[in-house]
């Protein structure tokens, strides 16, 4: 064994008890696609990336660059964060330490893509990944992920100790007085923000032959638009327990990927796409149907 491959196989082995590795090593292995917000690098400008959420990755591969690395290999599209979009590839290499905030979709289970553009096993071959310790095992059966419930501590058996006798005494109630519970005021029933959110975005739903669209351009705009009513839900339960109303840069981070991630969901229930060009789907159906009458 080489020094090189000692020390590789050293770092997996460390970072594979990793607290976000595991999370998403998990996710693999249920096949649940993850969103997570990543900060890319902004220089030299030929290797600048677009920080930004990833929205429902399908990671398939976990490895090691050249450099020593973490990397995950994922299939991403719209409406993700990207520089350089996803019309020639969907495939991206994502360094570990880049990311944050992983959310984990388990209600959604992903198939292997046969796109022609990658193929499984070919990790080290494609680079910038050049080992690789996991890939998605596509024969397996899935292995959901849980929320595992907390183990409630045992309380220890305390000995029984008898009284000892004593004279019976009428309490004095008179000093005594009720506790004062200063009960929190109760939320206003807010509406249903999710469905309030899809009717604003309907008509802007443009229906194809080959099914419902919304661009990029209108998932930014009404994903921005539920932020903020998302901003707003939660000042108002700050201001009731009388705590600070100014969300941090951490919350703003939270809001954004969780935001876009519900509005993703939203529209994945209803069967709606998200595309950077609407046009080019019109464009794309014609030239199909050109080739298949002519």
């Known amino acids: 064994m080489t020094l090189f491959q000692f020390y590789k196989d ?16 998990d996710a693999m292995k249920g096949r649940h696609p ?6 890319g690098p902004q220089s030299p400008p030929e290797d600048r990336v ?11 591969a976990y490895g090691l660059s050249k450099k020593g690395n973490e990397l995950i290999r994922a299939y991403v599209g719209p409406p ?12 991206r290499t994502f360094r570990i330490d880049r990311i944050s905030s992983v959310r984990i979709l388990n209600d959604e ?8 553009k990658y193929k499984e096993g070919n990790e080290s071959t494609l680079g910038p990944m050049v080992k690789t ?35 019976e005494l009428e309490p004095d109630t008179s000093k005594l007085q009720e506790p004062s519970i200063k009960e929190k005021p109760p939320l206003n029933p807010s509406l249903d923000i999710g469905k ?24 930014d705009k009404f994903s921005k638009e539920l932020y903020k009513m998302r901003e707003k839900e939660w000042m108002d339960a700050q201001k009731v327990f009388n705590k600070n109303i100014k969300p941090g840069e951490g919350t703003r981070k939270r809001f954004e990927i969780d935001t876009k991630n519900e509005l993703a969901t939203i529209l994945r229930k ?17 030239k199909i149907k050109r080739l298949m009458y002519h």
Not at 50 to 60: K, P, T, Y
Not at 109 to 116: A, L, Y
Not at 142 to 164: A, N, S
């Open 34 to 39: 993850i969103t997570f917000y990543y900060s």
């Open 133 to 167: 310790y996991f890939t998605i095992k596509w024969t397996d059966q899935p292995i959901p992920v849980t929320k595992k419930e907390k183990l409630q501590p045992i309380k220890p058996i305390e000995p029984e100790i008898k009284p000892k006798p004593s004279k």
């Open 109 to 116: 289970v992903f198939e292997k893509r046969n796109d022609g």
């Open 10 to 25: 050293f770092i997996f082995e460390q970072n594979f008890g990793n607290r976000k590795v595991k999370s998403i090593i």
């Open 50 to 60: 677009l920080n930004g959420v990833r929205i429902r990755a399908e990671v398939v």
């Open 196 to 219: 309030e959110i899809y009717k604003k975005l309907e008509p802007n739903i443009q229906q194809k032959e080959s099914g419902k669209y919304l661009s990029i351009i209108d998932f």
């Open 80 to 91: 993700s964060a990207s520089l350089r979009g996803f019309d020639k590839n969907n495939w």
């Open 270 to 286: 209803n069967n709606i796409n998200v595309v950077n060009n609407i046009d080019t789907i019109s464009e794309s159906l014609k």
